[in-house]
């Protein structure tokens, strides 16, 4: 199968001859070069077959064989993945193909020496495409080499150079890099202790530890949910785990959320557990990356640490996967194949049998519903759950972003030296820019939808295709009204923090400031040795963290993602409230949370903010039972786009009454219009259903007979199997 990235290859596989002098080298699973066209590609061997082809067939021959070969399992898995989630077989085997390390030759060598910075005086009035401000999110302000630069930010190296040609970039010298890794140990008899002491466990974690331990020891496949209140110890029952799997001579993958996450587990797994770690994260470079697969594949490394794609990693005897946070949806991959790690774990362990562990504060529902068995961590480690306080913005004065009570909560935090976290999940200063007069919303053109007002380039950005726009000085429509912006986001909330608290105190963490993992980490470390300070942010200060010395977290507005059109709208704002409370009074110093909202009577929100778990999920599973969602029913959503707006709601129209013979009533919805993307028209067709397997067979037979004609016309046709997105 060659990799192609060529989505209307769908599940095709080609055939090609053998020379004699690789008959013994190639087998099922080896990573070989062939011709494909005017092109050399790379490919995998899925199948051998027997005898000799007539001369008539014209097979070509391969062209060379690397040394480098997917084990079967992971062969079968990428199958299994393609079938589960309508994805071509292709996009899968990419996901567990060994990283390319590249091919020899002068100027690639000079190409990949290369390095880039931002530079001191860029033109914030260009307009960029979305690869090229994912590449200046991904390189900060550091300087970084090309060939890393483009693995981390998923792009070529032509849209680097476009940045240089734009004067956004520029070529500089080398920079001296640390070795992020320590270097592997002997493999002796004590190799398989622990490298630092096991803390001792209070009564609730030793008996969760002792539970999972036993349900560990079945060979079958286990599924549980440990369900701990933040600060409650759950990375250690991770750990206590993992020591297991390597005393039992097995392998284990503890996954995280975010990127910005994973050093910090790696760095506490390592001190652990030595160099028996590896890391596979996003920010690794090519290099890092394929010197982290080797040493898992040859079993040097028997754990691995690292976000989604580490769910494929190589591991010899795999016994067990941890999922960290494992309510979080950045587990779910947006493009295909739309896999999610916790369901991919499960797939992998139900074949050689193990214990699947999701760890979280606040669990999905599906997790709830799914979990073959949940065990409970109700206390802290260390310190009590902070109280929560209502303020309820109806009845505070108009203009300013915090109310006088968080106002005052605040200072009186930075008076004693403490630290705070700020939570407001808007970016930019104004989530949109509207006329007072006809009450336009500015809308990028490519998009129709409404453009983000940032302070710092004093340019609207579409956050969908990076877009940007001057802001005019009067409304486009009408022509005569005054522009307002509304929906203040975290940059307007650092303008006011600043005048409250001086300037260096103050440290933002959103993805418009933080580029890279290791900008993040810096950031972190400069506000843990700062005293007072806030740290303000989005929904990335909500996850993981832990600072001994914030007591106060304030929530500035708890309403931003209440009213999306998603039936996760309740379930997202409850697990955000609830973990971002969890970040105040983790150690000895009491804490306390602050929320500010408009809608206090809010189911999901009244009861986060009272601490009713129970009672939310429970209301929530009979909700979704009775208006047919997950997890009581698999979901698919099909989406069609294309340039023309004709061309795209035809398709859907078409694809919709396809289906509608061979399903049940209440099982098709749509088709509907969505917003205009990137330039592209588009539709969207949902198919739910209580039997997953009958619908997924039915929608891919569909889009294996449309997606081809559908092509030819200029139709772009996606399918996403358990959708977490619906804009």
Same mark, same amino acid.
């Given at each position: 199968?060659?990799?192609?990235?060529?989505?209307?290859?769908?599940?095709?596989?080609?055939?090609?001859?053998?020379?004699?002098?690789?008959?013994?080298? $190639?087998?099922?699973?080896?990573?070989?070069? $062939?011709?494909?066209?005017?092109?050399?590609?790379?490919?995998?061997?899925?199948?051998?077959?027997?005898?000799?082809?007539?001369?008539?067939?014209?097979?070509?021959?391969?062209?060379?064989?690397?040394?480098?070969?997917?084990?079967?399992?992971?062969?079968?898995?990428? +199958?299994?993945?393609?079938?589960?989630?309508?994805?071509?077989?292709?996009?899968?085997?990419?996901?567990?193909?060994?990283?390319?390390?590249?091919?020899?030759?002068?100027?690639?060598?000079?190409?990949?020496?290369?390095?880039?910075?931002?530079?001191?005086?860029?033109?914030?009035?260009?307009?960029?495409?979305?690869?090229?401000?994912?590449?200046?999110?991904?390189?900060?302000?550091?300087? %970084?080499?090309?060939?890393?630069?483009?693995?981390?930010?998923?792009?070529?190296?032509?849209?680097?150079?476009?940045?240089?040609?734009?004067?956004?970039?520029?070529?500089?010298?080398?920079?001296?890099?640390?070795? +992020?890794?320590?270097?592997?140990?002997?493999?002796?008899?004590?190799?398989?202790?622990?490298?630092?002491?096991?803390?001792?466990?209070?009564?609730?974690? =030793?008996?969760?530890? !002792?539970?999972?331990? @036993?349900?560990?020891?079945?060979?079958? %496949?286990?599924?549980?949910?440990?369900?701990?209140?933040?600060?409650?110890?759950?990375?250690? $029952?991770?750990?206590?785990?993992?020591?297991?799997?390597?005393?039992?001579?097995?392998?284990?993958? #503890?996954?995280?959320?975010?990127?910005?996450?994973?050093?910090?587990?790696? =760095?506490?797994?390592?001190?652990?557990?030595?160099?028996? $770690?590896?890391? #596979?994260?996003?920010?690794?470079?090519?290099?890092?990356?394929?010197?982290?697969?080797?040493?898992?594949?040859?079993? +040097?490394?028997?754990?691995?640490?690292?976000?989604?794609?580490?769910? %494929?990693?190589?591991?010899?005897?795999?016994?067990?996967?941890?999922?960290?946070?494992?309510?979080?949806?950045?587990?779910?991959?947006?493009?295909?194949?739309?896999?999610?790690?916790?369901?991919?774990?499960?797939?992998?362990?139900?074949?050689?049998?193990?214990?699947?562990?999701?760890?979280?504060?606040?669990?999905?529902?599906?997790?709830?519903?799914?979990?073959?068995?949940?065990?409970?961590?109700?206390?802290?480690?260390?310190?009590?759950?902070?109280?929560?306080?209502?303020?309820?913005?109806?009845?505070?004065?108009?203009?300013?972003?915090?109310?006088?009570?968080?106002?005052?909560?605040?200072?009186?935090?930075?008076?004693?030296?403490?630290?705070?976290?700020?939570?407001? @999940?808007?970016?930019?200063?104004?989530?949109?820019?509207?006329?007072?007069?006809?009450?336009?919303?500015? =809308?990028?053109?490519?998009?129709?939808?409404?453009?983000?007002?940032?302070?710092?380039?004093?340019?609207?950005?579409?956050?969908?295709?990076?877009?940007?726009?001057? !802001?005019?000085?009067?409304?486009?429509?009408?022509?005569?009204?005054?522009?307002?912006?509304?929906?203040?986001?975290?940059?307007? #909330?650092?303008?006011?923090?600043?005048?409250?608290?001086?300037?260096?105190?103050?440290? &933002?963490?959103?993805?418009?400031?933080?580029?890279?993992?290791?900008?993040? &980490?810096?950031?972190?470390?400069?506000?843990?040795?700062?005293?007072?300070?806030?740290?303000?942010?989005?929904?990335?200060?909500?996850?993981?963290?832990?600072?001994?010395?914030?007591?106060?977290? #304030?929530?500035?507005?708890?309403?931003?993602?209440?009213?999306?059109?998603?039936?996760?709208?309740?379930?997202?704002?409850?697990?955000?409230?609830?973990?971002?409370?969890?970040?105040?009074?983790?150690?000895?110093?009491?804490?306390?949370?602050?929320?500010?909202?408009? @809608?206090?009577?809010?189911?999901?929100?009244?009861?986060?903010?009272?601490?009713?778990?129970?009672?939310?999920?429970?209301?929530?599973?009979?909700?979704?039972?009775?208006?047919?969602?997950?997890?009581?029913?698999?979901?698919?959503?099909?989406?069609?786009?294309?340039?023309?707006?004709?061309? =795209?709601?035809?398709?859907?129209?078409?694809?919709?009454?396809?289906?509608?013979?061979?399903?049940?009533?209440?099982?098709?919805?749509?088709?509907?219009?969505?917003?205009?993307?990137?330039?592209?028209?588009?539709?969207?067709?949902?198919?739910?259903?209580?039997?997953?397997?009958?619908?997924?067979?039915?929608?891919?037979?569909?889009?294996?007979?449309?997606?081809?004609?559908?092509?030819?016309?200029?139709?772009?046709?996606?399918?996403?199997?358990?959708?977490?997105? %619906?804009?």
């Amino acid at each position: 199968v060659p990799l192609l990235r060529l989505h209307h290859l769908g599940h095709r596989r080609f055939d090609y001859l053998v020379p004699l002098e690789m008959d013994d080298t $190639v087998a099922i699973g080896s990573v070989v070069y $062939v011709p494909f066209g005017r092109r050399t590609v790379r490919a995998v061997v899925v199948a051998e077959g027997s005898g000799s082809p007539p001369p008539e067939t014209g097979l070509r021959a391969l062209q060379s064989v690397t040394p480098q070969k997917v084990p079967a399992a992971l062969l079968r898995l990428a +199958e299994s993945v393609a079938q589960r989630y309508l994805a071509s077989y292709e996009s899968c085997l990419r996901l567990v193909v060994p990283p390319e390390q590249g091919k020899g030759g002068s100027g690639a060598g000079r190409a990949r020496g290369q390095w880039v910075t931002r530079t001191p005086v860029p033109d914030e009035r260009l307009s960029l495409t979305a690869k090229q401000r994912s590449v200046l999110e991904a390189l900060g302000e550091e300087a %970084f080499p090309v060939g890393a630069l483009c693995e981390r930010a998923g792009v070529g190296r032509g849209v680097v150079r476009a940045l240089i040609d734009k004067d956004l970039l520029m070529l500089c010298e080398p920079q001296p890099q640390v070795a +992020e890794r320590p270097a592997p140990a002997a493999d002796t008899a004590s190799a398989w202790a622990t490298t630092a002491p096991m803390p001792t466990l209070w009564p609730g974690q =030793a008996e969760a530890v !002792q539970e999972l331990l @036993n349900a560990y020891d079945d060979p079958a %496949f286990v599924r549980r949910l440990l369900w701990g209140v933040t600060g409650s110890g759950k990375t250690e $029952v991770y750990l206590r785990l993992i020591a297991r799997a390597l005393q039992r001579h097995e392998g284990a993958i #503890l996954l995280v959320p975010e990127i910005a996450l994973t050093p910090q587990m790696i =760095a506490r797994v390592r001190e652990r557990f030595g160099p028996r $770690v590896a890391a #596979l994260h996003s920010g690794l470079t090519r290099k890092e990356r394929a010197d982290e697969y080797q040493r898992i594949a040859s079993g +040097e490394a028997r754990i691995v640490v690292g976000a989604r794609s580490a769910v %494929f990693a190589p591991v010899e005897r795999l016994s067990l996967v941890i999922v960290d946070e494992a309510h979080e949806s950045s587990y779910k991959q947006e493009e295909e194949p739309r896999y999610h790690a916790v369901d991919v774990a499960a797939m992998r362990l139900a074949e050689t049998g193990g214990m699947l562990l999701e760890g979280t504060a606040t669990p999905s529902v599906e997790s709830v519903h799914a979990a073959g068995g949940t065990i409970r961590l109700a206390q802290r480690a260390l310190g009590e759950e902070p109280p929560t306080e209502v303020v309820d913005m109806r009845r505070q004065g108009p203009g300013l972003l915090l109310a006088p009570y968080a106002r005052e909560a605040l200072a009186a935090t930075m008076r004693r030296g403490e630290q705070a976290i700020v939570l407001l @999940n808007r970016r930019g200063y104004a989530a949109y820019v509207h006329c007072d007069s006809c009450g336009h919303a500015l =809308a990028c053109h490519d998009c129709e939808l409404t453009l983000t007002y940032h302070s710092r380039s004093r340019r609207l950005v579409c956050h969908h295709c990076g877009r940007t726009y001057a !802001q005019p000085v009067r409304c486009p429509s009408c022509g005569e009204g005054p522009l307002t912006r509304g929906s203040p986001g975290t940059e307007r #909330l650092a303008t006011e923090l600043k005048a409250l608290v001086p300037r260096e105190q103050v440290f &933002q963490m959103d993805s418009d400031v933080i580029g890279g993992g290791r900008r993040v &980490q810096s950031l972190l470390k400069s506000f843990a040795h700062t005293h007072p300070a806030v740290l303000l942010g989005t929904q990335m200060v909500a996850k993981g963290h832990d600072f001994p010395d914030v007591t106060l977290v #304030l929530v500035a507005d708890a309403d931003t993602g209440l009213y999306l059109p998603d039936f996760r709208a309740a379930e997202r704002t409850f697990q955000l409230l609830r973990q971002v409370a969890g970040r105040a009074g983790r150690a000895e110093k009491p804490g306390r949370v602050v929320v500010q909202t408009w @809608n206090p009577d809010v189911p999901c929100i009244r009861m986060a903010l009272e601490q009713e778990e129970d009672r939310f999920y429970q209301e929530e599973l009979r909700a979704r039972r009775r208006l047919g969602y997950p997890p009581f029913t698999q979901m698919i959503r099909l989406v069609t786009a294309a340039r023309e707006p004709d061309r =795209a709601q035809a398709a859907a129209s078409y694809l919709a009454e396809r289906l509608a013979p061979h399903l049940r009533p209440k099982e098709l919805w749509g088709p509907s219009r969505l917003p205009t993307l990137r330039g592209k028209a588009r539709w969207h067709v949902l198919v739910a259903a209580s039997d997953g397997g009958r619908v997924r067979r039915l929608v891919g037979q569909a889009v294996e007979q449309l997606a081809g004609p559908y092509r030819r016309r200029g139709v772009l046709l996606l399918v996403d199997v358990d959708p977490y997105s %619906f804009g």
